[in-house]
T-cell receptor, first 115, second 112 residues
Framework: EAGVAQSPRYKIIEKRQSVAFWCNPI?????LYWYQQILGQGPKLLIQ????????DSQLPKDRFSAERLKGVDSTLKIQPAKLEDSAVYLC?????????????FGEGSRLTVL | AQKITQTQPGMFVQEKEAVTLDCTYD???????LFWYKQPSSGEMIFLIY??????QNATEGRYSLNFQKARKSANLVISASQLGDSAMYFC?????????FGRGTSLIVHP
């Protein structure tokens, strides 16, 4: 079974530039998550999708971050314009559904450095 | 709301010894799941073990066991017979009716 795919693995940009990250979840997984993990901290949820609908985006800085999952499969997370404090690893995860018994499966992450 | 607290920023253990990583949680949910993940220096998050709030027995997966004390709202991870490859960050997480929430993590270093 193929895992969660993310790209790019690494990205270096200057502040005020834009960046986009892509995620393809495990086949059949209805729920998709984007987490931000700043160095030395635990993952913080940015947005959670169920199929192509948003379940929670309360911690997404909507003035600069956007995410979509148009066909209920893969997803894109965009940052525009980037700030220095956006330097982090962006983790995509998926799960079968919303049930609290199922673990999240994570991709390898996209490491963003903002200069 | 729900909250996960991991109070140990770092832990050291001798190879082949057992180690306990602490996790306490707070939630108003009656039904929830507790998880532990391992994050090596390479960055991927690896699922280790799951405990449901209604499970009466503590979960075990190989060398990993979860010491679940519901009344105290704790879900400590016990790693038996530590190996050098166990050196990593360990995160406690919870799923309930709220968004999946992670703790700040504990860095485990296994000494030869």
């Amino acid at each position: 079974e193929a895992g969660v795919a993310q790209s790019p693995r690494y990205k270096i940009i200057e502040k005020r530039q834009s960046v986009a990250f892509w995620c393809n979840p495990i086949s059949g997984h209805a729920t998709l998550y984007w987490y931000q993990q700043i160095l030395g901290q635990g993952p913080k949820l940015l947005i959670q999708f169920q199929n192509n609908g948003v379940v929670d985006d309360s911690q997404l800085p909507k003035d600069r971050f956007s995410a979509e999952r148009l066909k209920g499969v893969d997803s894109t997370l965009k940052i525009q314009p980037a700030k220095l404090e956006d330097s982090a690893v962006y983790l995509c995860a998926s799960s079968l559904g919303l049930a609290n018994t199922g673990e999240l499966f994570f991709g390898e992450g996209s490491r963003l450095t903002v200069l | 709301a729900q909250k996960i607290t991991q109070t140990q920023p770092g832990m050291f253990v001798q190879e082949k010894e057992a180690v306990t990583l602490d996790c306490t949680y707070d939630t108003s949910d009656q039904s929830y799941g507790l998880f532990w993940y391992k994050q090596p220096s390479s960055g991927e998050m690896i699922f280790l073990i799951y405990q449901g709030s209604y499970d009466e027995q503590n979960a075990t997966e190989g060398r990993y066991s979860l010491n679940f004390q519901k009344a105290r709202k704790s879900a400590n991870l016990v790693i038996s017979a530590s190996q050098l490859g166990d050196s990593a960050m360990y995160f406690c997480a919870m799923r309930g009716s709220y968004i999946p929430t992670f703790g700040r993590g504990t860095s485990l270093i296994v000494h030869p």
